[in-house]
């Protein structure tokens, strides 16, 4: 991806972000976001991409496993 026109980087770190779960963005997804566009204000490459959808897939099944293992107490 080379697009550089402005807002679309944060724009697809916006959506690279919705494969954290809800509440994880209302707490962190500002302090996510100002990092990702201060440590990279290209749009990323795809592997970066994956690796954040990624890191917000693992972030969700954690945080399900978390509250199965909360009923097993």
């Known amino acids: 991806m080379t697009g550089d026109r402005p807002g679309w980087t944060e724009r697809w770190y916006r959506l690279m972000?919705?494969?954290y779960p809800r509440r994880y963005r209302e707490r962190h997804g500002g302090e996510l976001l100002g990092t990702l566009l201060e440590a990279?204000?290209?749009l990323?490459?795809?592997r970066e991409s994956v690796s954040l959808l990624d890191a917000g897939m693992?972030?969700?099944l954690r945080t399900r496993l978390d509250?199965?293992?909360a009923w097993a107490d």
Do not use: A, E, M, N
């Open 17 to 19: 972000l919705l494969g």
């Open 40 to 42: 990279q204000p290209r």
């Open 44 to 46: 990323p490459s795809p």
């Open 58 to 60: 693992l972030t969700r």
């Open 67 to 69: 509250r199965v293992s």
